[in-house]
């Protein structure tokens, strides 16, 4: 837990040289640089004590209640003054053992499964079915953490996975390729907030966390980049009138990312998902398999040389 941050990622989460970051802060700060759109207003939630570190960097983000097995006295002194003091905060019972069993009521109907206590460690990836057999402790650590986070997810879901980080969620599709493509689109974008044109904007020194957040999401959109960039808007956001970030300068940086690891809750059905993958730098996968087509999707793997697991699990769980 906590890798230290890189100089790019600092500059993309807006962390600047001077702070100094615990190991659990490190970690709340790479869960929520995941998709930091999507975190906008989320609830927090801790597997350790929250330590003033943390609590610093909470205090700055929009978030509308934290649950936590414990809080220091300074970290709660610190979240006890967001949101004028209305902040939730919440105390874990870590004595709960919840039933084994789950119910859910629909129109009359009761349905009832297991609750899901599946473990997910390396033996899940002992499988490896193509012809790249090398599967790096990097890859094992990133391919546990796609499964876990699937293991979580409504399905279908699909997750890139990069240096200890989720970096793009696709979930709740109709389809796998749509989770493919709208998770490859996360990542896409996780990497293009770290090349030099999108950390060198100018921003000015008022300009808040989620608007500068906002900003970049719309710069780096090839349909919308022109509303930040026109006369009227630029100036509210940028010291200067930035450039353009082409799509093939998008491209290029893109093309350059290899080493990423993805995870499926359910099998490829077509190679067409490992094409998509290829394009946002995948090297690494892991998936039940079991699919009429599974032949189609490993010689895909195949042709990029990457190193594919049937984990023969399905992580579907409603």
């Known amino acids: 837990m906590g890798t230290p941050l890189s100089d790019r990622l600092r500059k993309s989460y807006f962390i600047s040289d001077d702070v100094q970051l615990s190991p659990l802060a490190t970690a709340y700060v790479r869960a929520r640089g995941s998709d930091r759109m999507s975190s906008f207003g989320d609830w ?19 978030s509308d209640g934290i649950i936590a097995p414990g809080y220091t006295p300074e970290a709660l002194e610190v979240l006890k003054s967001k949101r004028k003091g209305n902040y939730n905060i919440v105390l874990i019972d870590k004595d709960y053992k919840p039933a084994p069993i789950e119910h859910k009521d629909v129109y009359g109907v009761t349905f009832e499964q297991g609750r ?7 033996e899940m990836l002992a499988n490896l079915v193509t012809e790249n057999k090398e599967l790096p402790s990097e890859a094992k650590r990133d391919l546990i953490l796609a499964l876990i986070t699937l293991k979580y997810t409504q399905s279908n879901s699909v997750c890139y996975a990069y240096d200890g980080q989720t970096i793009g969620v696709g979930a709740g599709q109709q389809s796998r390729i749509h ?23 100018p921003f000015l020194p008022e300009v808040a966390g989620p608007t500068r957040d906002n900003a970049i ?32 300068e998008k491209r290029a940086y893109l093309d350059s990312i290899s080493g990423v690891s993805l995870g499926s809750d359910a099998f490829f ?15 690494f996968v892991a998936q039940p398999g079991g699919s009429i087509r599974d032949d189609e999707v490993i010689k895909t793997c195949n042709k990029y040389q990457m190193a594919m697991a049937f984990t023969g699990i399905r992580l579907f769980h409603h």
Not at 116 to 122: A, M, P, R
Not at 269 to 283: L, M
Request: proline share 2%.
């Open 179 to 201: 989770c493919t493509r709208l998770a490859g689109n996360k990542a896409d974008l996780w990497f293009l907030r770290q090349c030099e044109k999108v950390q060198s904007l």
């Open 116 to 122: 899901n206590e599946l473990k997910i460690d390396e």
């Open 269 to 283: 059905p077509f190679g067409d998902n490992i094409e998509r993958a290829k394009k946002s730098g995948v090297s």
């Open 217 to 248: 999401d719309v710069y780096l959109s090839a349909d919308e980049c022109d509303d930040v960039l026109k006369d009227g808007v630029w100036q509210t956001l940028f010291s200067e009138k930035p450039e353009k970030l082409t799509q093939e």
């Open 44 to 62: 927090i939630s801790l597997s350790r004590e929250c330590d003033l570190s943390t609590a610093l960097q909470i205090k700055h983000e929009v």
